[in-house]
């Protein structure tokens, strides 16, 4: 398996502009989850999935975020307008519900620069 | 929050030394685990305990939990220059479905 797979590995846009991010998620998982990383923050949790059902989105940051999950295999994080505080990278992870042990497997993270 | 607290931010230790990273959450948990993050990339699952185990051994790692301490422990025995990364912990807390709560991380720098 080619484990979890983010694009684009990097974005640099303007600030006002629209960003969306994508997630292939490991086959058979039926978790996934977004994060966003900043030295600052540390690692934030913004979504979940559960069999492609949004189960908590209290992290993501304001209504200018919004997360999709149109099927099993993919997601999409989206960032309109985008401005420079959202500079950070972020990560795509997933993993199998439902075995009581939930380890999660990260993709390789989209770095975000917001100029 | 039921945010993980890691201890220490960092440290810095020598090839061949021993390193330990301590973590605390704050609610029960079913499992916590560790992770490594190295500069750059996504982080990976390193290893796992159960909240009714008390010691889990995985080559030179060594991972103890002390629920009523709500905290837990992970030696890395003779350590080497590529275990330089960021180690986090994750709870599976009792009653939140599939998401980790991830602590704060540790940045484990060894040197030759």
């Known amino acids: 398996d080619a484990g979890v797979i983010q694009s684009p590995r990097h974005e640099v846009t303007e600030m006002g502009q629209e960003v969306t991010l994508r997630c292939k998620p490991i086959?058979?998982?039926?978790?996934l989850f977004w994060y966003r990383q900043t030295m600052m923050r540390g690692l934030e949790l913004l979504i979940y999935?559960?069999?492609?059902?949004?189960?908590?989105d209290s992290g993501m940051p304001e209504d200018r975020f919004s997360a999709k999950m149109p099927n099993a295999s993919f997601s999409t994080l989206k960032i309109q307008p985008s401005e420079p505080r959202d500079s950070a990278v972020y990560f795509c992870?997933?993993?199998?519900?439902?075995?009581?042990?939930?380890?999660?497997?990260f993709g390789p993270g989209t770095r975000l620069t917001v100029t | 929050s039921q945010q993980g607290e890691e201890d220490p931010q960092a440290l810095s230790i020598q090839e061949g030394e021993n390193a330990t990273m301590n973590c605390s959450y704050k609610t029960s948990i079913n499992n916590l685990q560790w992770y490594r993050q190295n500069s750059g990339r996504g982080l990976v699952h390193l290893i796992l305990i159960r909240s009714n185990e008390r010691e889990k051994h995985s080559g030179r790692l060594r991972v103890t939990l002390d629920t009523s301490k709500k905290s837990s422990s992970l030696l890395i025995t003779a350590s080497r220059a590529a275990d330089t990364a960021s180690y986090f912990c994750a709870t599976l807390h009792t009653g939140t479905a599939s998401k980790l709560t991830f602590g704060t991380g540790t940045r484990l720098q060894v040197t030759l």
């Open positions: 999935f559960n069999n492609n059902v949004p189960i908590d």
């Open positions: 992870a997933s993993s199998l519900a439902g075995t009581g042990i939930h380890e999660q497997y």
């Open positions: 086959s058979g998982h039926n978790s």
